[in-house]
Nanobody
């Protein structure tokens, strides 16, 4: 599975961005997917995840109510809609695939990672 994230950029605080992650491979629809981020000097952290069908979603407390994860299995794509962005959301955002149907609860459980996309939120 190859993953390609896109949609990052520079936005003012309070603004919105939508990240996309396109996946190759016919098994995408059976995998849980997740978004993670890493800010300079900080460890990578979980942002959001979604089950194989989209029926279950999971969010970090820091983004709950502002970010929405979704997927389109027909397009082999997972999205992260980010609203009400804050400067502390600035990071490189990565998408990842878990070959299990539901998110394992840990980044160590993710089996495939894409290259990141930079999100910068100015104050």
């Amino acid at each position: 599975v190859q993953l390609q994230a896109s949609g990052g950029g520079l936005v003012q605080a309070g603004g919105s961005l939508r990240l996309s992650c396109a996946a190759s491979g016919r098994t995408f629809s059976s995998y849980a997917m997740g978004w993670f981020r890493q800010a300079p000097g900080k460890e990578r952290e979980f942002v959001a995840a979604i089950s194989w069908s989209g029926g279950s979603t999971y969010y970090a407390d820091s983004v709950k109510g502002r970010f929405t994860i979704s997927r389109d299995n027909a397009k082999n794509t997972v999205y992260l809609q980010m609203n009400s962005l804050k400067p502390e959301d600035t990071a490189v955002y990565y998408c990842a695939a878990d070959t299990q149907a539901y998110y394992s609860g840990s980044s160590e459980g993710m089996d495939y990672w894409g290259k990141g996309t930079q999100v910068t939120v100015s104050s």
